[in-house]
């Protein structure tokens, strides 16, 4: 195995739990279900201005990334399709046909997801006019995933958090998984590298792929911006929880604190300060 491979193996074999049963991620997604409900008004208000900015065309195309596994997948798809079709009917206009594209890196389940397709089309000729098509788009969103200005819509939620390689220089971040009010300022800095570069990257690859007066609806996991400390996290508690288990395994043996020590997660948190400038110095949207 290359050595630029290896790099990015861990991360590329990261991917919710596929399957249905009773640890897989379709099962234990609830938190991601509200997440899309609370940004529901903001998908719906930019949907409806996608659509009259591009004077209702008959045709749309929309990506879904990091779609994951499950039923979860079609929830903002169908929201779209619905406002489109709303839409059209009060303005008399007929709905366009709709091209629907799932992404996801090319580890994750996507045969669990496509067995909802029947279901998904079933449900939307049931209540919608607009003739839809369900397609897979495997890779990682940080490279390019289609054609240029292919894409209208553009949809992600609860995935831009990860990040597309474990950051570099974590080597002090010793006996943690993530930050910590433990962890050294270095390793705050090169989080913080790691996500301006990653972003930055989704920000032009899409800028390519959009057409002009697309949309675009990012959601992911954010920290508070009036807590004012690098290392405070509001939301990460699960990665200190899961340093301590570790920690744990270590005194009982199970693990080798060498081990613990190289572990390190492929995320970040932005706040919304942190947020702003790699979008405004990126200078696409």
């Not at 290359?2 to 739990?17: I, N, Q, T, W």
């Not at 997604?29 to 209702?56: D, H, I």
């Not at 992911?220 to 939301?235: A, H, V």
């Not at 288990?245 to 009982?252: A, I, K, T």
Request: net charge negative; with cysteine; proline share 4%.
């Amino acid at each position: 195995m290359k050595k630029s491979d290896d790099e990015y193996a861990f991360v590329k074999a990261l991917r919710m739990s596929g399957g249905v049963g009773a640890n897989s991620y379709s099962a234990n997604s609830l938190l991601q279900r509200r997440v899309l409900s609370m940004a529901k008004p903001v998908l719906v208000t930019n949907t409806e201005e996608m659509m009259m900015n591009l004077n209702f065309p008959n045709y749309i195309k929309v990506a879904e990334l990091g779609c994951s596994s499950g039923q979860n997948t079609f929830l903002a798809i169908s929201e779209i399709i619905n406002t489109i079709n709303v839409l059209c009917q009060n303005s008399n206009q007929n709905p366009p046909e709709i091209d629907c594209c799932l992404n996801d890196l090319p580890e994750n389940d996507f045969n669990t997801t496509f067995k909802f397709v029947p279901f998904f089309n079933k449900e939307i000729m049931m209540t919608n006019q607009a003739s839809c098509f369900v397609y897979g788009a495997p890779g990682s969103f940080y490279s390019r995933l289609f054609s240029r200005n292919s894409l209208h819509f553009i949809h992600s939620s609860y995935a831009l958090h990860w990040l597309s390689k474990v950051p570099e220089n974590l080597e002090n971040n010793k006996e943690n998984v993530y930050i910590s009010n433990s962890s050294p300022q270095s390793a705050y800095k090169a989080y913080l590298n790691q996500f301006q570069r990653d972003f930055s990257m989704f920000l032009t690859l899409r800028s390519e792929e959009i057409v002009s007066n697309g949309r675009m609806v990012l959601t992911f996991i954010g920290r508070n911006t009036l807590n004012s400390d690098q290392f405070y996290r509001d939301c990460c508690h699960v990665w200190t929880l899961l340093s301590k288990s570790l920690g744990d395994l270590v005194f009982e043996g199970l693990v080798s604190k060498p081990k613990l020590d190289a572990f390190n997660m492929p995320f970040y948190d932005p706040n919304e300060q942190e947020l702003k400038e790699v979008i405004q110095n990126e200078g696409s949207f």
